[in-house]
Nanobody, 115 residues
Framework: QVQLVESGGGLVQAGGSLRLSCAASGIMLSINTMGWYRRAPGKQRELVATITNGGSTNYAESVKGRFTISRDNAKNTVYLQMNSLKPEDTAVYYC?????????WGQGTQVTVSS
């Protein structure tokens, strides 16, 4: 079983920045891919960014050049640095971890960008 603890969401003005964190813990945990997804009001959940244990990254087109995903393998933690935020980035952001325990999701953290 994997526990994920997310932090870093909040309210920010357009053009501002936020940094999300997600720390994973569990017995005999071996993590492969870590990532962030989001669900905006009235929309389906969508991929934001992923990073493999080798450091390969993948981004949604809508966030390329503005968001940066990174991870600290020693801490089993993934980060999402979000710059130049736009009102359309408003959503609940979810951390996802793919490990030897399967797929695990965080509880979600709200990001609200005001215009």
């Amino acid at each position: 079983q994997v526990q994920l603890v997310e932090s870093g969401g909040g309210l920010v003005q357009a053009g501002g920045s936020l940094r999300l964190s997600c720390a994973a813990s569990g017995i005999m945990l071996s993590i492969n891919t870590m990532g962030w997804y989001r669900r905006a009001p009235g929309k389906q959940r969508e991929l934001v960014a992923t990073i493999t244990n080798g450091g390969s990254t993948n981004y949604a087109e809508s966030v390329k050049g503005r968001f940066t995903i990174s991870r600290d393998n020693a801490k089993n933690t993934v980060y999402l640095q979000m710059n130049s935020l736009k009102p359309e980035d408003t959503a609940v952001y979810y951390c996802k971890v793919v490990s030897n325990w399967g797929d695990s999701w965080g509880q979600g953290t709200q990001v609200t960008v005001s215009s």
